[in-house]
């Protein structure tokens, strides 16, 4: 008879507590009951939690051990992108609950499931799921890097390659906000082409984030600066307007100042900067009239392949060089480039 008085009691004792965990599970969202640490959501406690593009959102979750010995040393396997805000407790006993508090990014956009596997140092094996599901609504398309005026730089005489990135969120079927790209205007040393690349940004396809690469070939011949429009060919009512693209031509070899003055009574010293802008820099060598006295302000080797090399110039005392009919001047060469510096006499009253 006792044998079975505590059968009895065994049975009912195994329905309440049955019961008791089916009433703590609920249906409650992100609730994960059959596992040794049964979790569930608290807060927020809607089915999927609505968010903005890569919001920080903090989640709580209650669990429950449902395993007849302790747990020890309790943690949640998470990513860079994962903050703990309230931590497991040290040791949690059997039937006992506890809150966890974890800071978590949002995708970038639509439906995506978070699970965070949960371990603890007596167990080898993981004992429960922090799990939670984010929906981010997002119009497409839209621009994360729209185009806008650009301005490049080029050198006389060098070939330079120059490459233009925008990138925007949109639907891999629908039409592309670029099909293509023309010139109109000034461009005739330039040329171009465009490269769209797409990469997944929700999970389940329906969006990508688009890269398009505008590759720029510039090809100056004269220093100058000038500017064209670059049109975009598309048939998505999205797509952008043109934009301005400048361009700055600098000389290969420039002087500053680019002239020199000397008083007629007076001997005076300048000092004249020669800026190499050549991509393959080699000596700067100077060629100047009789009567005019030039030296590297450091003389080495090295000092003369510099993007900004010094000379000073001084003139002799007789300013005959001033006497002959063409005006003088200082010619500094690297490369096959040159730079003329012109001397000038101003005279005393």
């Excluded at 499931?113 to 603890?120: D, E, G, H, Y």
């Excluded at 329906?206 to 090809?219: D, F, M, N, P, S």
């Excluded at 680019?258 to 393959?280: A, D, G, I, S, Y």
Aim: charged content about 20%.
């Amino acid at each position: 008879m006792k044998l079975v008085r505590k059968f009895l009691l065994g049975m009912f004792l195994a329905a309440v507590s049955a019961a008791a965990v089916f009433i703590w599970n609920g249906l409650k969202p992100g609730t994960v009951p059959d596992t040794p640490l049964a979790s569930r959501r608290v807060a927020p406690v809607t089915e999927m939690i609505p968010a903005t593009s890569m919001e920080s959102v903090d989640v709580t979750w209650e669990v429950r051990n449902q395993t007849m010995e302790p747990m020890r040393g309790l943690k949640a396997q998470t990513d860079c992108q994962c903050r703990i805000r309230e931590a497991f407790p040290a040791v949690l006993h059997p039937g006992e609950t506890a809150r966890v508090s974890i800071r978590l990014t949002a995708p970038n956009a639509g439906v995506a499931q978070r699970s965070l596997p949960v371990f603890c140092d007596n167990m080898p094996v993981s004992v429960g799921t922090l799990q939670v599901t984010f929906r981010v609504d997002v119009k497409a398309p839209f621009w994360l890097q729209p185009p806008k005026m650009v301005r490049l730089q080029g050198v006389t005489g060098q070939t330079s390659e120059h490459e233009i990135v925008w990138e925007s969120i949109e639907s891999p079927i629908a039409q592309k906000l670029i099909e293509d790209i023309r010139c109109e205007g000034n461009a005739q040393s330039i040329s171009m082409d465009l490269q769209s690349i797409d990469q997944p940004w929700t999970d389940d396809g329906t969006l990508v984030k688009r890269k398009y690469a505008v590759h720029i070939q510039l090809e100056p011949v004269a220093a100058d600066t000038s500017s064209f429009t670059l049109l975009f060919d598309s048939q998505n009512p999205e797509a952008p307007r043109p934009i301005t693209i400048q361009t700055q031509i600098q000389p290969a070899l420039s002087a500053f100042p680019p002239q020199l003055t000397f008083c007629e009574l007076e001997t005076l010293q300048h000092t004249v900067t020669v800026v190499n802008r050549l991509r393959k820099r080699g000596p700067i060598e100077f060629f100047a009239p009789t009567g005019v006295t030039i030296r590297r302000v450091n003389p080495s080797t090295e000092a003369t392949q510099q993007s900004a090399v010094q000379f000073e110039v001084r003139l002799s005392q007789d300013r005959s060089v001033f006497n002959n009919a063409v005006s003088p001047a200082i010619q500094f060469v690297s490369a096959g480039t040159e730079v003329l510096v012109p001397l000038l006499c101003k005279k005393e009253n």
